[in-house]
């Protein structure tokens, strides 16, 4: 089932399972019959038979029905931190598997708090952030992990994700939504802003996590500082870096720490060599770093007549655009015993597509690949929920995933 499938990020869902799942029986949702009604004819003959579904977040029983008459279901619906708690309530009650495409790390604390317990005991997944947040950070880590042990290489240490080649046409009012949301719920709530800026928001058990010293979310470095194949390039800050890490952090903790608990994480992106990197270094790490602070204190006085315009629901870059799109993640890791090595993970289409793209995959094995999910239940982050399956169907999605040892 496909909870918001006439949102903008829905629509490209949509679109891409009518074109890979033949055979699955899926369903759309959403609050507006005619909307989704024009959806389905816009998916051609694939999704002529598919159901269509009226539900309301407002009304948390039209949730329940839908959850408990299907196996897994997806949702595209944010900010998360407003209306998504009612669908993980829903799922977590019925038993279902649920997958969305967050970047709130408040709604996942939330959804940690609230109905982790009971996934557990009814046998739900609610794996969350199964889009361009967090799929391509957390199965690099995770497939290092994998090849780091197959070769008796040691525990992961100092790791560091690296976008190096990244191309997007522009945001969606949605994105643009789900980021005002998590600076409001900070600017508003002391804990939640104490929480906010702890690296392991997260976890599953905070006293139990290593102290390993400041883990910054906006990391200034030079590339030889990352790995010796990165020398004479400059990083700078990431915008869900603050997000994506927290997810990681959370991968080793649900898998009892076995990345390591000498694991230390972090992401950036690569500026170039040019004689302007550094400088763009600086002001790209200083400019993430300062509205990241200021927006987590401030946000909430804005008046909202200047925050509207730019959370638009449902707009977002036009196919062209979208296919421009490229990017390229690698991940560099030391082992305990010395060994390096060098994950990566590259989609030919821009976040939007990509995150359609990642988040159908996921959805597809929850439903089919059940017997490579691993035998966690509760809330959960891509890898430690269905790592293996997804690096064994990715590829045929048109995602380049690899591992190699650099010394």
């Known amino acids: 089932m496909l909870y918001g499938a006439t949102g903008f990020s829905g629509k490209l869902t949509a679109r891409y399972l009518a074109g890979v799942a033949n055979g699955a029986r899926i369903g759309l949702a959403g609050r507006s019959p005619e909307r989704l009604l024009a959806v389905r004819k816009a998916l051609g003959p694939n999704a002529r038979d ?22 897994v279901l997806v ?14 309530a829903a799922c977590a009650k019925a038993g279902t598997d649920y997958a969305d ?14 109905y982790h317990e009971q996934a557990v005991d009814t046998g739900a997944r609610i794996v969350v952030s199964c889009g361009f947040a967090s799929i391509p950070s957390d ?43 998590t600076m409001r719920t900070a600017s508003s709530d002391p804990e939640a802003r104490r929480l906010m800026n702890d690296p392991y928001t997260l976890t599953t058990d905070r006293s139990a996590e290593p102290e ?29 870096a603050p997000h994506n890490t927290r997810v990681i952090r959370r991968s080793n903790a649900l898998q009892g720490w076995s990345y390591g608990r ?16 550094p400088v763009a270094s600086a002001a790209v790490t200083g400019a ?6 200021l927006g987590t204190r401030h946000f909430g ?71 490579r999910l691993t035998e966690l239940r509760g809330v959960l982050t891509p890898a430690a929920a269905m790592g293996d399956a997804l690096l064994a169907r990715l590829p045929a999605a048109g995602v380049s995933v690899s591992t190699i040892r650099l010394s």
């Open 139 to 181: 199965l690099n880590v995770y497939q290092l992990y994998r090849r780091a042990t197959r070769d008796g290489a040691g525990e992961l240490c100092d790791t560091t994700c690296v976008f190096r080649s990244f191309f997007q046409g522009g945001g969606s009012g949605g994105t643009v939504a789900s980021e005002f949301e």
């Open 212 to 240: 390993l010293g400041p883990q910054p979310d906006f990391p200034w470095r030079l590339g030889r500082q990352i790995a010796p194949e990165l020398a004479g390039f400059w990083t700078g800050g990431l915008l869900w």
């Open 288 to 293: 993430m770093a300062s509205v990241w602070a």
């Open 301 to 371: 006085r804005l008046p909202q007549r200047w925050v509207k315009p730019f959370a638009k629901p449902g707009s977002g870059p036009g196919e062209a655009m979208r296919k421009r799109g490229h990017y390229t993640v690698e991940t560099y890791t030391t082992t305990t015993s010395g060994a390096r090595y060098l994950g990566t993970f590259a989609q030919q289409c821009d976040a939007y597509d990509a995150s359609a793209v990642l988040l159908g995959e996921s959805g597809l094995a929850l439903a089919f690949d059940r017997d």
């Open 75 to 88: 949702t595209t619906v944010g900010p998360y931190t407003r209306y998504g708690l009612p669908m993980v």
């Open 50 to 71: 598919w159901p269509l579904i009226v539900a309301d977040g407002s009304d948390p029983s039209t949730l329940e029905a839908m959850a408990a008459r299907t196996r």
């Open 101 to 114: 495409l967050t970047g709130e790390v408040m709604f996942v604390r939330k959804s940690i708090d609230l």
């Open 262 to 277: 000498r694991f230390r994480y972090s992401e950036t992106m690569s500026l170039g060599r040019s004689f302007a990197a």
